[in-house]
T-cell receptor, first 114, second 117 residues
Framework: AQSVTQLGSHVSVSEGALVLLRCNYS??????LFWYVQYPNQGLQLLLK??????LVKGINGFEAEFKKSETSFHLTKPSAHMSDAAEYFC????????????FGKGTLLTVNP | GAGVSQSPSNKVTEKGKDVELRCDPI?????LYWYRQSLGQGLEFLIY????????KSGLPSDRFSAERTGGSVSTLTIQRTQQEDSAVYLC???????????????FGPGTRLLVL
């Protein structure tokens, strides 16, 4: 069984400030981990994914995440927030291979203040 | 290239009516998934199709929900005798076949927003 916990349903930052969105997972098998972003009235867009290669994963729009097995975490960061980063962010886990179902966290709404 | 498309984008129906939601996956993607996004439950897996294999229906919440995929491409999710708790955004995703040591990225459509009155 797999699960994802996203700490903080709402995060607010100032433009130019560090963005940190937290994700902890539980998985009985080596996990594949994902961050997706959802803009209003749109579908989910993949930001980045971890699939057992490098533990520091770089994604689109300047985001990156680090897989820490000892902490069962996969936090998402961006050094400098932009107004266009305002959206909802979802962390997801799967078992990979035939275990293809994505299990999502509840999401974190990011607000960027001018 | 074209992404995953879904229709209708919005659907309002009355309790007890049947609805059909359509998904057109990315060309060449043999794997297709349906998820539901609701305020109370977040994002939930519903059903998965891969090629000609039997679908994984383990996420369907009740026997009022069914889905089919014709010709390995377009999929239709049908909800019979809709209830107010069925109100949600229904998202479709497609990917290359999972497995082979790599988790294939699931590409999502814009969703169908269903409101049951």
């Amino acid at each position: 069984a797999q699960s994802v916990t996203q700490l903080g349903s709402h995060v607010s930052v100032s433009e130019g400030a560090l963005v940190l969105l937290r994700c902890n997972y539980s998985s009985s098998v080596p996990p594949y981990l994902f961050w997706y972003v959802q803009y209003p009235n749109q579908g989910l867009q993949l930001l980045l994914k971890y699939t057992s290669a490098a533990t520091l994963v770089k994604g689109i729009n300047g985001f990156e995440a680090e897989f820490k097995k000892s902490e069962t975490s996969f936090h998402l960061t961006k050094p400098s927030a932009h107004m266009s980063d305002a959206a909802e962010y979802f962390c997801a886990v799967s078992g990979g291979g035939s275990n293809y179902k994505l299990t999502f966290g509840k999401g974190t709404l990011l607000t960027v203040n001018p | 290239g074209a992404g995953v498309s879904q229709s209708p984008s919005n659907k309002v129906t009355e309790k007890g009516k049947d609805v059909e939601l359509r998904c057109d996956p990315i060309s060449g993607h043999t794997a297709l998934y349906w998820y539901r996004q609701s305020l109370g439950q977040g994002l939930e897996f519903l059903i998965y199709f891969q090629g000609n294999s039997a679908p994984d229906k383990s996420g369907l919440p009740s026997d009022r929900f069914s889905a089919e995929r014709t010709g390995g491409s377009v999929s239709t999710l049908t909800i019979q005798r809709t209830q107010q708790e069925d109100s949600a955004v229904y998202l479709c995703a497609s990917s290359l076949p999972p497995g082979g040591g790599s988790q294939e990225t699931q590409y999502f459509g814009p969703g169908t927003r269903l409101l049951v009155l």
